[in-house]
């Protein structure tokens, strides 16, 4: 007979979190923030930061160039995930990116591209994105792929995986 409980599933997700934090070797990343004008989409990526961060990762939200900038300004995050597209601004990453950099934002920016073709790729990491991640890629896995190599460029220490 299957044990009954009286929790929410919280606890095994919260374990299942810890697991993915200490087989990535990933720091404890503490402040993102998500810039996306679709809910479902910053919905996606919450979960997967948690997921691999646990609950104690702050994940901010914009849903404009200009609520990002505001986010930005108020704190730093330690990491920004960038919608390639902002429909609700027409702002593209490529033209959003420089303005981050001019209110001092030093951190990484991976975009988040529904277009991740070589070429757009080219053009969005010379504007300065640390990463690009087609849309249908981004999971926790894929994340996890790319963030040591990110983090440990801009001084964080990472730990090789077990």
Known sequence: MAESSSTSGGDFLDKKSGLTKSLS???KLTEVLVVDDETMDIKRLRATLHLMFGYDIN??????????????MKKSPQLILLDDDLKQSADRA?????????IGYEGPIIVVSGV?????????MDAGAAEVLHK?????VRINEVLPK?????????????
């Open 25 to 27: 070797g990933l720091p």
């Open 59 to 72: 994940v901010r939200e914009a849903t404009t160039l200009s609520g990002a900038i505001d986010e930005v």
């Open 94 to 102: 490529c033209d959003s990116i420089p303005y981050l950099r001019r």
């Open 116 to 124: 991740a073709t070589r070429n757009r790729r080219k053009d969005l």
């Open 136 to 140: 249908d890629d981004v999971d926790s």
């Open 150 to 162: 990110i983090l440990s460029s801009i001084g964080f220490e990472t730990k090789p995986n077990s």
